[in-house]
């Protein structure tokens, strides 16, 4: 049971950071990020490239794949949904252009990189063995670790930073917000980007244990938006508690199920369906309408 418990926290960690630029793109815009796994194995891509090919650092590649994906966050903001919502009067405008976003970059990291499986080598060799009850690899235990730091961060920025709590008051009500003098422009795209990059955190942390490959950015954004529905959309807090249900579901399921490992999605799947009809809001979302 132990080691359940440390894998479900282990891989809830990096769920939780994967949902939150999700729910906060949603939260301040409204907008379903379809291309959300896209811009995950993006972030995987530049790790990659910058730790595994060119052999620098692994603090400097994560930091590329931060800057990298913020700035893509903020060019597609400006150029793509900026206008489509501002000019659009349907809703599914913006989910198309997301959709279409989706595709666009899977095609674009299918030319760049191929459709191999990449890897980088281990960041720490060694594995922890505590008493037979919890084995944990230590390059593992520094991701999770670094994972809830930056978890942790962002919570912070977002409670005690002027951008962060300009940034709540858009997503608690936009027109309050910019009677108050927020700029909703700025701080929108501010937004976008910083969820691209926790997104691209992600994707640049967890090549190093699972590689990456084009083919994982549909099934990423697919668990991201399970996380979001089981914590409530456009809820920070409920982004990181549905983040590590998830990830707890996951290591729970893939324990007792471990002779019949592709029943694990199809059960959690039909539990979500189940708990979604009796509060369709999710853990910590309000009742729509």
């Known amino acids: 049971m132990e080691q359940v418990l440390t894998n479900g926290v282990y891989l809830g960690a990096q769920y939780a950071l994967i949902a939150l630029g999700l729910t906060l793109i949603f939260a301040l815009m409204n907008v379903l990020n379809f291309a959300h796994g896209q811009m995950y194995v993006l972030g995987g891509f530049v790790t990659y490239t910058v730790y595994g090919r060119f052999e620098m650092p692994f603090v400097v590649a994560i930091l590329a794949s931060a800057v990298t994906l913020a700035i893509l966050g903020a060019f ?3 150029f793509l949904f900026r206008p489509v919502l501002k000019n659009s009067e349907r809703e599914e405008s913006s989910m198309l252009l997301a959709a279409g976003l989706a595709f666009f970059l899977d095609a674009v990291i299918l030319l760049l990189f191929g459709e191999k499986q990449r890897g980088v080598p281990k960041i720490i060799d060694g594995v922890m063995n505590w008493d037979f009850l919890i084995i944990m690899p230590y390059d593992r235990i520094l991701i999770g670790v670094l994972a809830i730091t930056f978890i942790v961060t962002f919570i912070l920025f977002m409670q005690y930073s002027k951008p962060g709590r300009a940034m709540r008051a858009l997503a608690q009500d936009k027109v309050a917000a910019q009677l108050m003098g927020v700029n909703v422009t700025r701080y929108s795209m501010l937004g976008f980007a910083l969820g691209a990059m926790l997104a691209g955190i992600a994707g640049g942390l967890l090549v190093s244990i699972v590689g990456v490959n084009s083919g994982i950015g549909g099934p990423i954004s697919i668990k991201a938006f399970m996380m979001v529905m089981i914590g409530g959309a456009g809820v920070i807090s409920g982004a990181i508690a549905g983040g590590f249900i998830l990830g707890m579901l996951e290591s729970i399921g ?8 592709d029943m694990t999605y ?4 039909v ?15 309000k009742p729509w309408g």
């Not at 893939?254 to 490992?261: C, E, H, N, R, S």
């Open 254 to 261: 893939l324990t007792v199920l471990v002779a019949y490992g």
């Open 271 to 285: 539990s979500l369906m189940i708990f979604l009809s009796i509060r369709p809001q999710g853990l910590m979302g």
């Open 266 to 269: 199809l059960l959690i799947f």
């Open 76 to 78: 597609v903001e400006k």
